[in-house]
């Protein structure tokens, strides 16, 4: 699949080249070719089925747990290579973190929803490394302010944007690299959506982050490349400004500007 | 350029709405600029009032458009083309305004010139002018009804002579207040009305060089040749 010319000289941090997927033998991703950036947001937009979400799901083995799904192709993370039969998925997850559409907090404190991460990867010595990993992951997602004095309450209290906030400091808590984040606002109202919007923003400064959606406006907002998924082909990739502003694609053209054919 | 229609339906009629907007500033430009210079050639001053008070039909259009542009953004949050097409039409719409302004000042100049019996020389010219001119503007309005970027470079060129024309009929009117005293009673006048023209092909041209970027998304090259002089002329 064709792109658009080299948009950046730096070099990509997730380098996708021909990836196919099939679910009991039927294409769902037809070859994907993709370099994502670090320290940008990369949104991914397109009608259900496209199989932009599907694509996340390659970074990080995600399609693994789907029975008679297959991957082909290469997806390289920097120089390691995500297929790689010896690698670790445990530990790829670790630098690959994932949000989802839904706010999934374990039934657990919201304490224990951050420590969770870095005490199964054995990130810390004692008590004080972990109060203070998850001091520094809630302060990131921008919610310590409003939980510091109840760590100990059960998450699931929490309202859906600040749950949502959460998952996002559980993810951010093993400091990965990367940040997958599928539909992460389409559950929240839109004070909910505009707060987490704002922390992608600042986090890009410390992760890539890759973030499907159905909201263009929020493409629009918070990414600064974007990709045009149909039918499981990449049919444009290129600055979230040009995108919207002059696709060359008409197929892009007309799923942005709403038409039908 | 995109053919499809939108899913909501809503949208579509909206930039129905905008483009019979436009149209009808279009054609009450066309018809003001015709009847004013028509007016000199014909030294019959009668319609000169109207033309002057229609003036303001042009005005409330555009303020309506631009209305309707507004509420198009808040309302559709335009994005690619449909974003050019009601940032363009917001554009063309003061330019029209602009031209029925200038048509209004040539209304004006005309009453003067014809309420003295001086005549002049320059009223072939005058109205070989104009006829350029409101041919540019036709071609533009059907241009922007297309999105035709080819027919829009066109106009363009056409400006160049109308710019030759103007330095032209500049260096003829100032002659003729030099050999004549009594053309000084009109020759001023005479030469705004003939600049007046020139600036709405500057204005049309300006149209022109939007539809390009409403079909390519860029502005057209800017290297056109400055063909109007009159403003280096002196009196020799």
Known sequence: MKRDGDMTLSTPKIKSSGIIVEYDGKRALHGIDLDIYPNEVTALIGPSGCGKSTFLRCINRMNDVIDNCKVSGRLMIDDTDVYDPEIDVVE?????????????????????????????????????????????????????????????????????????????ARAIAVNPEILLMDEPC??????????????????????????????????ARVSQKTGYFHLGNIIEYGETNDIFTRPKNEQTEAYISGRIG | MVEKKH??????????????????????AETQLFASTEALIARNPSGLD??????????????????????????????????????VALKVASTLERIGDLAKNIAK????????????????????????????????????????????????????????????????????????QEQLKIGPHLLFVTKNIERIGDHITGIAEQIYFLHHGEMPDKTRPKADQSSSIALS
């Open chain 1, 92 to 168: 790829l997850r670790a630098r690959v973190g994932m949000v989802f559409q839904k706010p999934n907090p374990f039934p657990k404190s919201i304490y224990d929803n951050v420590a969770y991460g870095p005490r199964i990867h054995g990130l810390t010595e004692n008590k004080d490394d972990m109060d203070r990993i998850v001091k520094k992951s809630l302060k990131r997602a921008g919610l310590w302010d409003e939980v510091r004095e109840r760590l100990d309450d059960k998450a699931l209290g929490l309202s859906g944007g600040q749950q949502q906030r959460l998952c996002i």
């Open chain 1, 186 to 219: 389409s559950a929240l109202d839109p004070i909910a959506t505009s707060i987490i919007e704002e922390l992608i923003n600042e986090l890009r400064e410390r992760f890539t982050i890759v973030i499907v959606t159905h909201s263009m406006q929020q493409a």
């Open chain 2, 7 to 28: 899913i909501v339906t809503a949208f579509d009629e909206d930039l129905t709405t905008l483009n019979d907007m436009m149209a009808r500033m279009g054609a009450l």
């Open chain 2, 50 to 87: 109207d033309i002057i008070k229609r003036d303001k039909e042009l005005d409330d259009l555009e303020a309506l458009l631009n209305e309707k542009v507004i509420e198009i953004i808040a309302l559709r949050a335009p994005r690619a083309e449909d974003l050019r097409r009601v940032i």
């Open chain 2, 109 to 180: 100049r005309n009453k003067v010139i014809l309420g003295t019996t001086v005549k002049t020389q320059m009223l072939p010219s005058i109205r070989t002018m104009t006829s350029m001119v409101l041919k540019m503007l036709n071609k533009t309005l059907d241009a922007y009804v297309e999105v035709d970027a080819v027919t829009a470079l066109d106009v363009m060129e056409a400006d160049i002579e109308v710019d030759k024309l103007n330095t032209v009929v500049f260096q003829s009117l100032i002659e003729e207040m030099s050999s004549d």
